[in-house]
């Protein structure tokens, strides 16, 4: 039986656990070691199961407790090249493995399938993770779904998916303009209609949990 558990989801930071039930891999990074520790006891976790950590991205919230988190367990990070390159330098990792985008990674009877997608970060990458034909989807950051969303949103069994802001909220909130064009915009974030909309069309029968993520307290009601 797979364990998935979103440990932190938001702009305050993203973490996302996989496991089943010898073995466990993160995606994302960006709560401090000792949030992910208490997080993952309070739900009966075991840290030591954790045999990789994957980054999406290089922005603050999504890897800025990697290094030291992955320094406690003692686990290797994977990073697209890109993402490496362009990530800030306090918080690189010392294990490193390098991937491009569209590798299956095999990792301790997990397949990690990742896959470029639309966010404005140097080269952004959702993961499909699949264990004895289960497959558990972490879309997140996405400013609009493209045809690898969509083509691996189909295989999914569950599924974290964003679902950042009401359009409503967001236009007639407090951000200013430009924020509020760049989250709506084309490398942003998809919306509750948007992330609807994908989950209509493009869903499979098999699909049975949809976690709506990456929920903006201030443009949402999480």
Known sequence: MLEICA???GSNGNCYYIGN???AVLVDAGISRRQVMERMSAKGLDPAKVRAIFISHEHADHMRGVRVL????DVPVYFTKKTWENSWGPNRPAKVVLFNPGDVINICGFQVHSFSKNHDAAE???FRISFQGR???VFTDIGV???NVKSELAHCHALFLESNYDE???WSGPYPHYLKTRVAGEFGHLSNMQAFELLETHHNLGLQVVFLSHLSEENNRP
């Open 145 to 147: 779904a493209c045809d």
């Open 21 to 23: 039930g010898k073995d």
């Open 7 to 9: 440990l932190a989801s």
């Open 124 to 126: 952004p990458c959702s």
């Open 135 to 137: 497959n558990i989807g």
């Open 168 to 170: 409503d909220m967001l």
């Open 70 to 73: 992955s320094k406690k367990l």
